[in-house]
């Protein structure tokens, strides 16, 4: 079950946003057009031969420029998306990219573009000002339809006054996000490429999970922080792919919807007992073996404990987006071992990945530094 928690509204304020304003006039009209069929990611010609209606996955009608050669992100998901399907049409990012992360994407990704924030969240910082002085012609947003959403794209595209649609972006829904994206950036030979990895991932991993009855999968608990006590609890939009794959022992009354997860106590997750350990970005994997305290739990006592990698983006959330694809494959194959024998491997799933979405050669001991080669 999905976190149905209410999308926070974009408020961004900044200093002259009337500036802001006359830099956009020149930039494709928005705006409501005549209806067509919801959800469906369509386009049709309108009524000025450079534009075409474009229906998002919230339903929205949006005109659209025929021709994108400039899209900036919504935030920080939407700004992993179009780095896998149309880094060269990117006019800006929603964060400075880590160096970590530019030895993974390379040239793909230039290094003058301009940092924007993003549009919502919990800073909601995006700079309206940077955004019209890129040029851009249209603002893609990705990941979870909540309530509220479709009052929040409207109001964030009447202040920029630029384009702005919603992509969906659920963990079995990613073939047809990226046939949407293909359409609406104009790039369909790379968006059907990357849908039908898509496609292909998830059918083999579902397959698999459909032969494992509920009461034998594996009770996993995925920590984070310092600690090691924060988890990502059933039923968030950051659990999907642990969600899909075992018993998430991480029951709370309200899961968080944030990367950090519901904060927790050793005492708590000694209850939860769980078979295997997953650590997140920046917790204590590397020492949790030998502290004492973590000692008593039966699942480090057997050493099934497991580091996520997080290069160059964590491989189950944080943000939960397209680097599930990856970590659903990856994380069957940890919790399964024998249901993948004659299949690829872990290494395999990774290079695999690693070359078609961001085409870069992961060799063997990249795979073992980012996994704490606790799985090969």
């Known amino acids: ?24 006039l020149g930039l494709a009209a928005c705006g409501a057009a005549p209806s067509a069929t919801q959800g469906s990611g369509s386009a049709e010609a309108s009524d000025a031969a450079e534009t075409v209606v474009f229906t998002d996955s919230a ?13 900036v992100p919504s935030g920080h998901t939407a700004t992993q998306v179009l780095i896998t399907i149309a880094p060269e049409k990117l006019a800006g990012l929603s964060q400075e990219l880590t160096e970590e992360q530019r030895v993974y994407l390379g040239d793909r990704v230039s290094a003058d573009l301009p940092v924007l924030g993003a549009a919502f969240g919990a800073k909601g910082d995006l700079n309206k000002e940077a955004v019209a002085a890129t040029g851009a012609q249209l603002i893609v947003d990705t990941g979870e339809y909540k309530e509220g959403m479709k009052e929040d794209l409207d109001a964030l595209q009447e202040q920029l006054g630029i384009p702005v649609v ?10 047809a996000a990226y046939r949407m994206l293909g359409e609406l950036l104009g790039v369909k030979d790379r968006g059907e490429k990357l849908a039908a990895y898509c496609d292909t ?29 924060n ?42 007992n769980p078979d295997a350990i997953l650590f997140g970005p920046d917790s204590i994997y590397e020492t949790v073996s030998s502290d004492p305290a973590w000692q008593t739990l039966p699942a480090v006592q057997a050493g099934a404990v497991y580091k996520v990698p997080t290069e160059p983006y964590c491989w189950l959330n944080y943000p939960p987006t397209i680097n599930q694809v ?14 993948f024998e004659g299949k690829d491997g872990a290494y395999d799933v990774a290079r695999s990945y690693y070359k078609t979405f961001y085409g870069y050669d992961l060799s063997q001991a990249e795979y073992d530094q980012l996994t704490g080669a606790s799985v090969r």
């Open 201 to 229: 991932a998830y059918s083999e991993v579902s397959q698999v999970m459909d032969k494992i009855p509920e009461d034998q999968r594996v009770c996993v608990l995925y920590c984070l922080g310092a600690g090691g006590t």
């Open 231 to 272: 988890v990502i609890a059933r039923g968030s939009f950051q659990a999907n792919v642990v969600d899909m794959l075992a018993n998430n022992v991480a029951v709370v009354d309200s899961p968080s919807g944030k990367g950090n997860g519901n904060e927790s106590s050793l005492e708590q997750i000694a209850a939860w």
């Open 1 to 24: 079950m999905q976190n149905k928690m209410t999308r926070r509204r974009f408020v961004g304020v900044v200093g002259g946003c009337a500036a802001a304003a006359a830099l956009v």
């Open 166 to 175: 919603f992509i969906e972006t659920k963990l079995d829904e990613w073939p």
């Open 59 to 71: 339903g929205r009608d949006v005109e659209v420029p025929a021709h994108v050669d400039k899209v």
């Open 326 to 339: 990856l970590g659903m494959q990856w994380l069957a194959r940890v919790l399964y071992p024998a249901q």
